[in-house]
């Protein structure tokens, strides 16, 4: 069985366990929550990343892949059924492209935190709060425009409610308003077994 570093408060770590639902491999993971931050270091993460973070899977008699691009592309490649990451054509640029701008909005989420929330106050830098924001805001346009509600499921919608869902869990900017067609797709998606399965909870340890 193969062992995935987690976080229950991580996008990244949730999105490469809905994709493990979503292809049918979730029963082969051991499921292990690890608190980790840039300023709590955890000795069991870094023992097989170097980075420090999560989602690592760890493989029995292989070597761990961490980063959820990379354990996503993994479990695509175990995946008997429809494959998830396109393999040619626009599809495929599509799908990454969207995953793309997910992990985007995931890290300006994360540093706008840092801005508003984390940091010591005297150490806040609003006018970089402020562009991070702009980021977000930009990149909930874009996906309200691009993002097709009626497309065959593949990594990057994967990517966008995870990172959506982490967006509201936080209390970020919202993306809602004047979004439609985003919003209506992301309520249809979280009611998916996958989402149902694996709730966002915890607060950040630093």
């Given at each position: 069985?193969?062992?995935?570093?987690?976080?229950?408060?991580?996008?990244?770590?949730?999105?490469?366990?809905?994709?493990a639902?979503?292809?049918?491999?979730?029963?082969?993971?051991?499921?292990?929550?690890?608190?980790?931050?840039?300023?709590?270091?955890?000795?069991?993460?870094?023992?097989?990343?170097?980075?420090?973070?999560v989602?690592?899977?760890?493989?029995?008699?292989?070597?761990?892949?961490?980063?959820?691009?990379?354990?996503?592309?993994?479990?695509?490649?175990?995946?008997?059924?429809?494959?998830?990451?396109?393999?040619?054509?626009?599809?495929?640029?599509?799908?990454?492209?969207?995953?793309?701008?997910?992990q985007?909005?995931?890290?300006?989420?994360?540093?706008l935190?840092?801005?508003?929330?984390?940091?010591?106050?005297?150490?806040?830098?609003?006018?970089?709060?402020?562009?991070?924001?702009?980021?977000?805001?930009?990149?909930?346009?874009?996906?309200?425009?691009?993002?097709?509600?009626?497309?065959p499921?593949?990594?990057?919608?994967?990517?966008?409610?995870?990172?959506?869902?982490?967006?509201?869990?936080?209390?970020?900017?919202?993306?809602?308003?004047?979004?439609?067609?985003?919003?209506?797709?992301?309520?249809r998606?979280?009611?998916?077994?996958?989402?149902?399965?694996?709730?966002?909870?915890?607060?950040?340890?630093?």
């Amino acid at each position: 069985m193969m062992k995935l570093l987690y976080q229950t408060h991580s996008p990244y770590a949730r999105k490469a366990l809905v994709f493990a639902h979503e292809v049918g491999l979730a029963d082969r993971l051991e499921v292990v929550h690890q608190e980790t931050s840039p300023t709590n270091r955890n000795e069991a993460v870094f023992a097989h990343n170097p980075l420090g973070k999560v989602p690592v899977l760890v493989r029995p008699g292989q070597a761990p892949i961490f980063d959820s691009d990379v354990i996503c592309a993994f479990f695509d490649s175990l995946n008997e059924g429809r494959k998830l990451i396109p393999e040619t054509g626009a599809r495929r640029w599509q799908a990454l492209t969207m995953q793309a701008v997910a992990q985007g909005v995931c890290e300006a989420g994360i540093a706008l935190r840092w801005e508003t929330v984390r940091r010591p106050e005297p150490l806040r830098y609003p006018p970089l709060g402020d562009g991070y924001a702009e980021k977000l805001v930009a990149s909930y346009d874009w996906l309200e425009r691009e993002l097709d509600p009626e497309a065959p499921l593949h990594v990057g919608h994967v990517a966008v409610a995870t990172a959506l869902s982490w967006i509201a869990f936080r209390d970020l900017p919202d993306f809602r308003d004047g979004r439609p067609r985003l919003s209506g797709w992301l309520d249809r998606f979280a009611a998916r077994p996958s989402m149902r399965a694996t709730p966002l909870s915890g607060d950040t340890q630093d």
